[in-house]
């Protein structure tokens, strides 16, 4: 859901010249400045290297739900695809700036009680191991999908759906606290290209970087 917020806003923004995704399948947007790679095998990108190199910022917007998934499993797509890309990536383009979408309550202590917390936080510390230029952990909360953007997570959908009426209140309550896919894009657009005061940014560091 962030991803396709993010890629909206690199298509449309007149200062990014060419933007690449990379998945399993194909986005099924066109747009004349996008290239779309297929690649089945996210855990290693050594056949599409050539692909990857010349970019200025990297938007992993990549995740699943932990619901149901044991510990190990989890680990093996959220710190085992994302530190594949990165690794690559770092090697490829040093000067890049890497932007990671984790979550609010994600745990760099590597230690609490929560395994998604855990494994998040695992990997936001090795993200900030690697020879980029730079890497920002992003952390939102709440996200309110705006432009008919949709989970692919059924329960989020419905989620979403049930708290849609709520959330003018929830905004007033809690300011800052809730954000929009457009606004996480226009986000990581800015940090990519200004950067931030700090490396881990909560919701209202998000909130406040889209402007």
């Known amino acids: 859901m962030v991803g396709q917020g993010v890629l909206r806003e690199c298509l449309l923004d007149s200062g990014v010249e060419l933007v690449k995704t ?6 099924s947007v066109e747009y004349p400045k996008l290239r779309e790679v297929i690649h089945a095998n996210l855990w ?16 992993f917007c990549l995740g699943v739900s932990a619901g149901g998934m044991k ?35 994600t745990d760099t202590s590597e230690k609490g009680r929560m395994m998604w917390a855990r494994v998040k936080g695992r990997t936001e510390n090795a993200l900030q191991k690697l020879p980029f230029q730079a890497a920002y952990m992003f952390r939102p909360g709440v996200i309110e999908p705006m432009h008919g953007i949709r989970s692919r997570t059924a329960a989020y959908r419905v989620l979403y759906k049930l708290a849609k009426p709520l959330l003018p209140a929830l905004r007033w309550a809690f300011p800052g606290s809730i954000l929009t896919t457009e606004q996480i894009g226009r986000a990581m657009l800015e940090v990519a290209r200004n950067g931030a005061p700090k490396r881990i940014l ?6 406040a970087s889209a402007g």
């Open 22 to 27: 990379v998945g399993r399948a194909a986005t």
């Open 44 to 59: 290693d990108y050594t056949s599409i290297e050539s692909e990857l190199s010349g970019f200025d910022a990297c938007f």
């Open 71 to 105: 510990e190990a499993d989890y680990a093996h797509v959220t710190y085992g695809i994302t530190l594949a890309a990165a690794e690559t990536l770092s090697r490829l383009n040093p000067h890049m700036t890497f932007i990671y979408v984790s979550g609010a309550g």
């Open 202 to 207: 909560e919701s209202k560091d998000i909130n």
